[in-house]
């Protein structure tokens, strides 16, 4: 084996490794508080469309019995096994008819895009008022750096594009001005992590958004 061969080896087992502990630690709890976080913003009896939706287990929560919102999913790559009923896309246009759903959510995909707007403003469309949105916010060097590395953790294992599209407030709410989006809620309180965890990964990096068609 070469020398390049073995160091590809060593980082295939520290990146398995570290998979292995960030889905032991933090998956099973970070789905939990975004389900609770996230279920709090729809409205009882919603029809809600999760664009991105992986494999499916938030997706699952929220439409648990009892919930009153009934969720299908749309995914550019979709996984072998999906918890909610999903449908492939191009990533650009979502294959529905205008108007199609009371909510439309993304949980943590807008900055795998080169350009947040495009699919804010298909949202926009085929939402009948809501469009809420957990993702990141960088308001500096650090902040970005903290991000990257989370994102390589969590989505390369996968094969999921990352592009590291990370902004501001400032600069999302641009961003949803532009695509005819007001904010109805918005928090950056969202306990994904627990201590000493949060300490790093935490401290306001993400949000959660509920916007509204204007």
């Not at 749309?74 to 492939?88: H, K, S």
């Given at each position: 084996m070469t020398e390049n061969a073995k160091n590809e080896a060593k980082k295939t087992v520290a990146l398995s490794a570290l998979q292995a502990a960030h889905a032991k630690m933090v998956f099973g709890r970070r789905v939990r508080v975004l389900a609770e976080t996230l279920s709090a913003r729809i409205p009882p009896g919603s029809a809600v469309l999760d664009i991105g939706c992986g494999d499916g287990t938030i997706g699952s929560l929220l439409a648990k019995p009892g919930s009153e919102i009934?969720?299908?999913?749309?995914?550019?790559?979709?996984?072998?096994?999906?918890?909610?009923?999903?449908?492939?896309f191009d990533g650009a246009v979502l294959p529905f008819a205008d108007g199609s759903f009371?909510?439309?959510?993304?949980?943590?995909?807008?900055?795998?895009?080169?350009?947040?707007?495009?699919?804010?403003?298909?949202?926009?469309?085929?939402?009948?008022?809501?469009?809420?949105?957990?993702?990141?916010?960088?308001?500096?060097?650090?902040?970005?750096?903290t991000l990257q590395f989370m994102d390589w953790v969590g989505n390369r294992p996968h094969g999921v594009r990352l592009p590291y599209n990370y902004q501001s407030r400032k600069e999302w709410e641009a961003s949803f001005a532009k695509c005819g989006l007001s904010i109805a809620q918005w928090t950056s309180e969202v306990p994904l992590y627990p201590f000493p965890f949060s300490l790093l990964v935490g401290r306001g990096l993400h949000f959660v958004a509920l916007l509204e068609k204007v």
């Open positions: 009934s969720i299908e999913g749309v995914e550019f790559a979709p996984r072998p096994q999906c918890a909610i009923r999903c449908r492939p009371d909510v439309c959510l993304f949980v943590d995909v807008l900055h795998h895009t080169d350009d947040v707007t495009v699919l804010l403003r298909e949202a926009r469309r085929v939402t009948r008022q809501f469009v809420l949105i957990k993702d990141h916010l960088s308001e500096n060097r650090f902040d970005f750096k």
